[in-house]
């Protein structure tokens, strides 16, 4: 059975920074694409950032620059290190593979 747990999620003001982490179980993150997704009160949820199976990082233009997404196989764990936040970033972030999600962690930036 395939979960991801995500945590890391809390507030933080403008500028300031946090790291998400994704731990799955019942299948292995060398051999799939994750993916980081956010979805702020009232909108759709946007794709934000992924790592492929080969360990590529893609990013959305909104993030490029001030996210990094990595995984650690040991750990079975994918991250997504967030700087320079924003008060647009204010979400819940989830994480996925394939058609599986996580619960999400919420991200609050605000003075």
């Known amino acids: 059975q395939v979960q991801l747990v995500e945590s890391g999620g809390g507030s933080v003001q403008p500028g300031g920074s946090l790291t998400l982490s994704c731990a799955a179980s019942?299948?292995?993150?060398?051999?799939?694409?994750i993916r980081w997704a956010r979805q702020a009160l009232g909108k759709q949820r946007e794709w934000v950032a992924s790592?492929?199976?080969?360990?590529?990082?893609v990013y959305t233009a909104s993030v490029k620059g001030r996210f990094t997404i990595s995984r650690e196989i040991a750990k079975n764990t994918v991250y997504l290190q967030m700087n320079s936040l924003k008060s647009e970033d204010t979400a819940v972030y989830f994480c996925?593979?394939?058609?599986?999600w996580g619960q999400g962690t919420q991200v609050t930036v605000s003075s």
């Open positions: 996925s593979a394939d058609e599986h």
């Open positions: 790592i492929t199976s080969g360990g590529r990082p």
């Open positions: 019942g299948m292995n993150v060398r051999f799939y694409n």
